[in-house]
C-alpha cells in the first residue's frame, strides 16, 4: 500500500538503553511513502528536512501540547479468543481456570461467527490502546485462526499469528485428534498466514504447542520438526503456576526440567517465546539464556490467577530477553501500559523479599513494552524505537495542561499535568496513572490504524 509522505513534529520519547529514556522535545521524523522512518531531526525549529524528495508537500501531523509521539506497544503473549472472559476468574488457579472458563470459550470458535465478532473486537481494542504487533494464540480451528489473520491484516496490525496444539489433559470436545491432524491443521494455517499479504509482511505465522502439560512429547517432538522446516517464531507456556510444575514433572519424569521438555523436543530455540517464566530455577535460567529462547512476561495475569512473582530485574540480570504480555484473559485487560505497571508493582513485591536490586524502573517497564518486545518476537531491526528505516509503529499519547474546574470536561484522559513536570516525570505519570484515553492515535507501518474521533490528521 502506498501512504502519503509525512512529517511528524513534536516531543518524541523512546527508550534510548534498557534504563534510559530518549527524550527529543521538539523534533521532527520524516515517513516514507512505504511507512519508514525517512529522517529524523532533533531540531525542527529553523531545519530544513531533505529538500528535493518531495517533503516540502508532505502532509504535517504535530503533537498535542504536552503529548508526545511514542512507540507503539508490543504485546509478546495474548489469547485472541479469551477476551470475552477478561475479567472472570472465580477462586480459580491456572488449571481449573483453564478448564472452568478457557476450555469451553475456545471451543465456540469453530464458529466462524463467533470468531468474527470477538476477533474484530480484540484487534480494534488491542490498537485502541497503542499495541502495534501482538503475538496472538487463536484456537485450535483452521477456518477461525485464519480468519484472525485476516482481521489483523485489515486492520492494520502487525501480528503473529498461531493455531493451537494440544492433545491431551483438555477436554475431549476441544483436543486434535492426532499428532498428524494438528501438523497438518498447523501447517496449512502457516501456508496461509504467509499468503496473506507477502508483501508488507505485517502478518506472521507462530508455530504453537499451548504448553507442555496439554502435548504429548509425541506432538511437541513433531512440533519442533514443524518449527525448524517453518522457520517460523514459536510460543507456548513455562513454569507459570507450581501445580502445573508438579504436573510437567509427573508426565515428563524423564526430564531434566520443564525447559529441558521443551529443548528436547526441538523447541528451544531463538525463536521461541516462553510466557510466565515464574518458576524457572536457575539451571533452566541459564539453559533459556543459552538457547536464546525469550521470554514473555505477564504480570497481571501472573498475579490474577495467583500464579506468582516473576523476577524480572534478575532475569534481566542473567542477561534474558525480556518483553511485556496481557495474557488475555488470564490478565485482565488488553493494555500494555498497565502490564508495564503491573510490572512495576510485582517487583516491588518481589524487592521485599529478594531485596531493592529486584525493583524495576519505569524506564525499565517501557523498555520491556517497547524495545523487548521487539527483541523478544524477532523484529529489533524494524520496530520498538525510532531509527531510520525503521517502520512508524507509534502512539500519539495525549496529556493535558488543562486543570481548571470548567475545562475538566476538555480534558483528553486521566493523567493531570500542572505544566511544572519535567518530560520524565509526564513519563512517569503517564505510565502510573495513564489508559486509552490518552492514546489519541496510532500508526502502524505509516499507516493510521486508530484514533480518537476528535483528531485530525
Ligand atoms: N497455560 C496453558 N494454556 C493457558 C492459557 O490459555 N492461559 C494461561 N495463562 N496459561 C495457560
Ligand atoms: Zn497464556
Partial sequence: MSLEKTI??????????????????????????????????????????????GWEEAKIVRILDYGFFFPGFIDTHIHAPQYPNAGLFGKTTLLDWLNTYTFPLEC?????????????????????????????????????????????????????????????LSPDYYRDESVEAAVRDSRECIEYVRSIDPESDLIAPVVTPRFAPSCS???????????????????THISENPRECELVRELFPERKSYADVYDTAGLLTEKMVLAHAVHLTDEETVLIKARDAKISHCPASNTAITSGRAKIRLMLDAGLTVGLGTDVSGGHTPSILAQAREALFVSRHVAMDHGHEAKLSVEESLYL???????????????????VGKQWDAQMVGLTGVNEAEELDQQIGPVEIFGS???EERVHKWVYTGDDRNTIAVWVGGRLVHSKPDFKP
Wanted: one cysteine or more; charged letters at 25%; a neutral charge.
Fill in 8 to 53: 511528524y513534529i513534536g516531543a518524541f520519547i523512546q527508550c534510548a538503553t534498557l534504563t534510559e529514556l530518549d527524550i527529543c522535545e521538539n523534533g521532527m521524523i520524516g515517513v516514507d511513502e512505504t511507512g519508514k522512518i525517512a529522517f529524523v531531526l532533533r531540531e525542527s525549529r529553523g531545519r530544513k528536512f531533505p529538500d528535493g524528495e
Fill in 108 to 168: 465456540s470458535f469453530s464458529s466462524l461467527e463467533v470468531a468474527r465478532r470477538i476477533y474484530n473486537r480484540v484487534v480494534a481494542r488491542t490498537l485502541s490502546h497503542g499495541t502495534t504487533t501482538a503475538c496472538y494464540y487463536a484456537t485450535n480451528h483452521v477456518p477461525a485462526t485464519n480468519l484472525l489473520a485476516d482481521i489483523c491484516q485489515s486492520r492494520g496490525q502487525r501480528a503473529f499469528v498461531g493455531r493451537v496444539c494440544m492433545d491431551r
Fill in 217 to 235: 512429547g509425541e506432538m511437541l517432538g513433531a512440533l519442533g520438526d514443524l518449527l525448524k522446516e517453518t522457520g517460523c517464531l514459536a510460543q
Fill in 369 to 387: 513494552a517497547t524495545r523487548g518486545g521487539a527483541k523478544v518476537v524477532g523484529l529489533e531491526d524494524r520496530i520498538g524505537g525510532f531509527e
Fill in 421 to 423: 513536570e519535567s518530560w
